[in-house]
């Protein structure tokens, strides 16, 4: 039965309600500052958490509950003998219920620029004590800490005068949860003022967006989480404006488009299937560019994402409605491009303002294998050096117009990646194969037009020279690729051969 309830919290909402309705059920509250000077003003008896520790609350209320009046009666074991002597001798009562909710170190690290000084005042040393002294003897003390789970407490109290084994089992597993995910946020944020990226010990948080309806197939169970911080410019800052929920395939290739459209700054539209770029173009408008990205391979945007990051405007909402797409996303529609788009029922239009927000600086990337995690840097460049120009005829503007496009687009396809491109437009994209000469005979395979006059791009080096030569019997008049094989001479060889322009960039970029 639930005599005594000690009741501090940041997050107010619900609380007076729930003193009240506590009040009413005979409990009697203990409480500490402002909780106590809400509920006091809203006529609820409260008795000062100095009257229980006979202690005064100090250092500006960093110590007030740090008492073993406060833990020896959240933590004594009510059908152990001796702990219940105990607590007499030493004239200690049981707290049978506790709501705490802790200092707001998230919503205080999410401002900008804020110092560090402010951080460290908002972390919580009482609160997450007290919860995991209660969490521990979750037997006899019920806590919780979340506001949304004081309708289910007050009516199992109603109903059955007391709250069952399996909500207070459930109500401490939270509390776990929730004081690792605030230690987590507090170890990142303090880990970051050193730049101390990849800690002998990592723990990470996350929280929940939603449950998926399946994952990658319909076998598979899913959850979509985000990060605390630095989501600006990613998918779960987009606003669905239509459509059902999204997939784990959906955001897991809209996420992929995002990066590969973060590469450019002119208007630029990028088509997505299977987390593959099948057609990215840049154009005077978004229309030219949706234009230029859809003719690469109209066969494979068929049920893709398409990710634009210019308004798109009634024309090229028109150009999307003549085939199936899954989803659009943009910074903004026209209100004649929405009404178009939302003709169709199970397309999904996102709108993301910031949708051409770079990744932060410290950002990781994270792939998980089998008993453990792979962690890396992300790959935010693009050059490893200043472009070296290897062969005896030099690129024209034009063509190092196309060679710095198609590097952005390549720098995104799944290794071993090749790219041809022309006129801001790639014409054919080789992804995913298993040696190089495939990717390279794929991508010419199966453009749409002739690759005659246009440019190569490859995410790593050339092994042999038989991928310039398949290149410039195909009419490849350029090539970009980092360099760094033993038989780059080779390679250059072959590209001074057939008067191929060929650039080293220094820096390959592997996408498995």
Not at 21 to 33: A, W
Not at 82 to 88: A, I, P, S
Not at 463 to 486: L, N, Y
Request: charged share 30%; glycine share 6%; with cysteine.
């Amino acid at each position: 039965m639930i005599k005594r309830a000690l009741i501090s919290v940041s997050d107010k909402r619900g609380i007076v309600e729930f003193a009240k309705k506590l009040t009413k059920l005979g409990v009697e509250i203990i409480s500490t500052g402002g909780t106590a000077k809400i509920l006091m003003e809203n006529d609820i008896r409260v008795i000062p958490i100095s009257d229980i520790t006979d202690f005064p609350e100090c250092l500006d209320g960093r110590v007030k509950t740090l008492h073993p009046a406060v833990h020896g009666g959240l933590l004594a074991i009510r059908d152990n003998s001796d702990h219940m002597k105990q607590l007499e001798e030493l004239k200690i009562k049981p707290i049978d219920l506790i709501a705490i909710n802790l200092y707001p170190f998230k919503e205080t690290i999410s401002k900008e620029e804020v110092k560090l000084e402010e951080a460290i005042e908002n972390i919580d040393i009482g609160g997450p004590t007290m919860l995991r002294s209660a969490a521990k003897n979750h037997k006899d003390v019920v806590v919780v800490c979340n506001p949304d789970d004081y309708t289910l407490i007050i009516d199992e109290l109603e109903k059955n005068k007391e709250v069952s084994y399996d909500t207070k089992y459930r109500l401490a597993l939270k509390v776990f949860e929730h004081t690792a995910h605030y230690d987590a946020l507090i170890a990142d944020y303090l880990r970051k003022q050193i730049d101390e990226d990849f800690p002998d010990l990592l723990t990470m948080t996350f929280e929940k967006v939603q449950d998926l309806r399946y994952g990658e197939n319909p076998h598979q169970r899913a959850v979509f989480y985000k990060e605390i911080t630095q989501t600006k410019g990613s998918l779960v800052e987009a606003k669905k404006l239509h459509g059902k929920e999204l997939s784990f395939n959906n955001i897991n290739d809209a996420n992929g488009a995002l990066e590969l459209l973060k590469e450019y700054t002119e208007p630029t539209v990028v088509a997505v299937k299977h987390t593959n770029a099948c057609g990215v173009g840049t154009g005077y408008d978004i229309y030219d560019a949706y234009l230029k990205a859809y003719k690469c391979d109209p066969i494979s945007i068929f049920g893709g994402i398409i990710a634009a990051n210019r308004t798109i405007d009634k024309r090229t909402a028109e150009e999307i409605n003549k085939i199936f797409v899954e989803i659009v996303i943009a910074p903004s529609f026209d209100e004649e491009a929405l009404n178009i788009l939302k003709s169709k029922k199970n397309i999904r239009l996102l709108e993301l303002s910031n949708i051409d927000k770079k990744q932060f600086a410290d950002a990781i990337d994270i792939k998980k294998v089998n008993g453990g995690l792979l962690i890396q840097e992300l790959d935010n460049e693009l050059y490893g050096q200043e472009l070296k120009i290897v062969t005896e005829r030099i690129p024209t503007k034009k063509e190092m117009d196309d060679l710095a496009f198609a590097w952005k687009v390549v720098k995104h396809i799944k290794s071993n990646g090749i790219v041809l491109a022309k006129d801001g437009q790639t014409i054919g994209i080789g992804p995913g194969q298993v040696n190089r000469i495939w990717a390279v005979e794929n991508a010419i395979k199966q453009s749409n037009v002739s690759v005659r006059g246009s440019i190569m791009a490859s995410d790593a080096f050339f092994p042999f020279a038989d991928c310039v030569e398949t290149a410039a019997k195909a009419g490849v008049t350029a090539i970009i690729q980092p360099g760094g094989s033993i038989r780059d001479q080779e390679s250059i060889d072959m590209a001074n051969k057939y008067g191929i322009a060929m650039v080293f960039t220094g820096m390959r970029h592997f996408k498995h």
